[in-house]
């Protein structure tokens, strides 16, 4: 059965900081991951897709890498910023049967940055 | 704009009482999915539908049933709801996970 663990569970870290999220899952067969972004009482925004046979993709401030075979991901973010503020979740989308696939998460990693 | 939507946003209901959560797609994605974000849990799969006129449950389906209308819409329906299926629910599409899934807003139940 697919796990997927984010660490660490929460990080505070003041502005202008760069950070890195990880992401590990017990299952290396993937179709790809996913990062979402959720700010508290709403819904999750899509940040970044990573193919299985990708290694790392990159929007903005924000890079992510993928290390299938050690069942790894982290989320890069460059000078953060008090609006990057929220929860990052990790999620890894591999086959439930022969016919459906669906994403798997992690608990995420709240993100508290200090202006 | 192209996306999930899901009805209601907000909705309190007493033990025992049945609801349907509805949820429809533009996108022509042929997979739909139901999940729940309860604290400290993340986000359990309830139930899927790979391909229109299938479904099959997934981590947490006790107390739901679910109906995929046609391939734009998906409903999970609470029979007789309980306080433990309060819960933030979110609906979500994809085409075969290669352009990623997209979630709904979420639903917002509380049972009391």
């Known amino acids: 059965k697919q796990e997927v663990t984010q660490i660490p569970a929460a990080l505070s870290v003041p502005e202008g900081e760069n950070l890195v999220l990880n992401c590990s899952f017990t299952?290396?067969?993937?179709?790809?991951l996913q990062w979402f972004r959720q700010d508290p009482g709403k819904g999750l925004t899509s940040l970044l897709l990573?193919?299985?046979?990708?290694r790392e993709q990159t929007s903005g401030r924000l890079n992510a890498s993928l290390d299938k075979s050690s069942g790894r991901s982290t989320l890069y973010i460059a000078a953060s910023q008090p609006g990057d503020s929220a929860t990052y979740l990790c999620?890894?989308?591999?086959?439930?049967?022969?016919?459906?696939?669906?994403?798997?998460f992690g608990k995420g990693t709240t993100l508290s940055v200090s202006s | 704009n192209a996306g999930v939507t899901q009805t209601p946003k907000f909705q309190v209901l007493k033990t025992g009482q049945s609801m349907t959560l509805q949820c429809a797609q533009d996108?022509?994605?042929?997979?739909m999915y139901w999940y729940r974000q309860d604290p400290g849990m993340g986000l359990r799969l309830i139930y899927y539908s790979a391909s229109e006129g299938t479904t099959d449950k997934g981590e947490v389906p006790n107390g739901y049933n679910v109906s995929r209308l046609n391939k734009r819409e998906f409903s999970l329906r609470l029979e007789s709801a309980a306080p433990s299926q309060t819960s933030v629910y979110f609906c979500?599409?994809?085409?075969?996970?290669?352009?990623?899934?997209?979630f709904g807003s979420g639903t917002r139940l509380t049972v009391v």
């Open positions: 990573i193919q299985s046979s990708q």
């Open positions: 996108m022509n994605h042929n997979s």
């Open positions: 999620a890894v989308s591999g086959a439930l049967n022969q016919a459906g696939t669906a994403l798997i």
């Open positions: 979500a599409s994809s085409n075969r996970a290669a352009n990623g899934y997209t």
């Open positions: 299952d290396s067969a993937i179709y790809n």
